[in-house]
C-alpha cells in the first residue's frame, strides 16, 4: 500500500492549487481518504476527508467553501482542489488512508493506517 501526494507549490494569496493523492496496491474506492496539514510548530490537522464509496465528505471549518475532494477511482486518485488560498494554508500536506472508514473521527490522525509523504504548499505573495 503506497500513497503519493504530489501537486504542492507557491502560490500567491487568492490563488489555487489542486493536490493530488495517488495509491498503489489497493483499491482507492475502498477506503476512506483524509488529507492533513502541519505548519511548522503546529500539529498536523485535517483538512478534508472522503469516506469509502463515497458517502461522505468532510471538511475542517477554516476549509469550507474553499476546498474541494473528489476521487478518481479509474485513476486511483484522490485530489484536493484548494481556491482562494490564505497565506495560514502555507503547510506541508499529506494525504492518508483507512479501510472502509473513516469510522469514529475523520479530523484524527489515528483514524488513518496508511500515509504518504509529503507535499509543500506556501501561499505568499
Known amino acids: 500500500v503506497q500513497l503519493q501526494a504530489s501537486g504542492g507549490g507557491l502560490v500567491q494569496p487568492g490563488g489555487s492549487l489542486r493536490l493530488s493523492c495517488a495509491a498503489s496496491?489497493?483499491?482507492?474506492?475502498?477506503?476512506?481518504i483524509g488529507w492533513f496539514r502541519q505548519a511548522p510548530g503546529k500539529e498536523r490537522e485535517g483538512v478534508s476527508s472522503?469516506?469509502?464509496?463515497?458517502?461522505?465528505?468532510y471538511y475542517a471549518d477554516s476549509v469550507k467553501g474553499r476546498f474541494t475532494i473528489s476521487r478518481d477511482n479509474a485513476k486511483n486518485t484522490v485530489y484536493l482542489q484548494m481556491n482562494s488560498l490564505k497565506p495560514e494554508d502555507t503547510a506541508v500536506y499529506y494525504c492518508?488512508?483507512?479501510?472502509?472508514?473513516?469510522?469514529?473521527?475523520?479530523?484524527?490522525?489515528?483514524?488513518?493506517?496508511?500515509w504518504g509523504q509529503g507535499t509543500q504548499v506556501t501561499v505568499s505573495s
Open positions: 492518508a488512508a483507512v479501510y472502509g472508514g473513516p469510522v469514529n473521527s475523520w479530523s484524527q490522525t489515528t483514524e488513518y493506517d496508511y
Open positions: 496496491g489497493f483499491l482507492v474506492d475502498y477506503y476512506g
Open positions: 472522503v469516506s469509502s464509496h463515497d458517502v461522505r465528505t
